[in-house]
């Protein structure tokens, strides 16, 4: 079984920053894949961003230039520096790893963006 602790999400004024983190455990032989999705009210759960074990990245066009992903793969750990916020990134936001050919979520942290 994997397990995935996320942390990071709260309330924040639009132009703010956040930092998400997750750490995953547990069966993680074969962890390929870590990333961010996350699913705005009323709406469907949309890629943010992943990044692979050899660091390679991928962002949705509406995060590109304010989204940095990183990871630390010694720890298992991925993260997503958030600048920038507009009231649209509002949403609950899961972390999100491939071990293998499986995928695992996070239970999610919400996020919300207003003044």
């Known amino acids: 079984q994997v397990q995935l602790v996320e942390s990071g999400g709260g309330l924040v004024q639009p132009g703010g920053s956040l930092r998400l983190s997750c750490a995953a455990s547990?069966?993680?032989?074969?962890?390929?894949?870590m990333g961010w999705y996350r699913q705005p009210p009323g709406a469907q759960r949309e890629l943010v961003a992943t990044i692979t074990s050899s660091g390679m990245t991928n962002y949705a066009d509406s995060v590109k230039g304010r989204f940095t992903i990183s990871r630390d793969n010694a720890k298992n750990t991925v993260h997503l520096q958030m600048n920038s916020l507009k009231p649209e990134d509002t949403a609950v936001y899961y972390c999100y790893v491939r071990v293998l050919r499986n995928s695992n979520w996070g239970q999610g942290t919400q996020v919300t963006v207003s003044s």
């Open positions: 547990g069966s993680i032989f074969g962890l390929n894949v």
